[in-house]
């Protein structure tokens, strides 16, 4: 079990959708200046950031910018 407490402050951290995928995870890319591909809702280029899980957890003590609306 991953452990999902703060190293810092010890609160649990919460899921955040993520900044750079916007939450799909990664975007396709083809390559190609108009796409031909079957399936084009097929993610060819996961996200870095997230890991093409969408989210990721942060503190909310330790990060309450993050969680702004």
């Given at each position: 079990m991953v452990n999902l407490n703060c190293?810092?402050?010890e609160t649990e951290?919460?899921?955040i959708t993520c900044w750079s995928c916007g939450g799909e995870?990664?975007?396709h890319d083809c390559m190609a200046?108009?796409?031909v591909c079957l399936d084009p809702d097929?993610?060819?280029n996961i996200c870095d950031i997230c890991?093409?899980?969408g989210e990721y957890f942060l503190c909310p003590s330790c990060h309450p910018e993050s969680f702004d609306d």
């Open positions: 190293t810092i402050c951290k919460q899921p995870g990664g975007y200046d108009c796409c097929e993610l060819t890991d093409g899980d």
